[in-house]
Nanobody, 114 residues
């Protein structure tokens, strides 16, 4: 079993910053490519950023230059630093790992206000 636990969401004004964390654990866990997804009300879940085991990162165009994904392999934790937040970043953010099957965290709410 693998467990992913997100934290760090909250309410922030536009232009502000938040840092999300995803702590991974479980006997079957190996620290693979990790991804952050988000789902806004009435929209499909979308991939926001991913980071390989070697640290190579990629981002959806809408967050490039504002969000930074990173990982601490010793702590089995992946982070998403979000700067310059916009109203359209409001969503539930989910951590994802693929180890034969998809594992998801419970999600953390990010709300950006004007």
């Amino acid at each position: 079993q693998v467990q992913l636990v997100e934290s760090g969401g909250g309410l922030v004004q536009a232009g502000g910053s938040l840092r999300l964390s995803c702590a991974a654990s479980g006997s079957a866990f190996r620290f693979p490519t990790m991804r952050w997804y988000r789902q806004a009300p009435g929209k499909q879940r979308e991939l926001v950023a991913g980071i390989s085991s070697g640290g190579a990162a990629n981002y959806v165009d809408s967050v490039k230059g504002r969000f930074t994904i990173s990982r601490d392999n010793a702590r089995n934790t992946v982070y998403l630093q979000m700067n310059g937040l916009k109203l359209e970043d409001t969503a539930i953010y989910y951590c994802n790992a693929v180890l034969g099957i998809n594992y998801w965290g419970q999600g953390t709410q990010v709300t950006v206000s004007s």
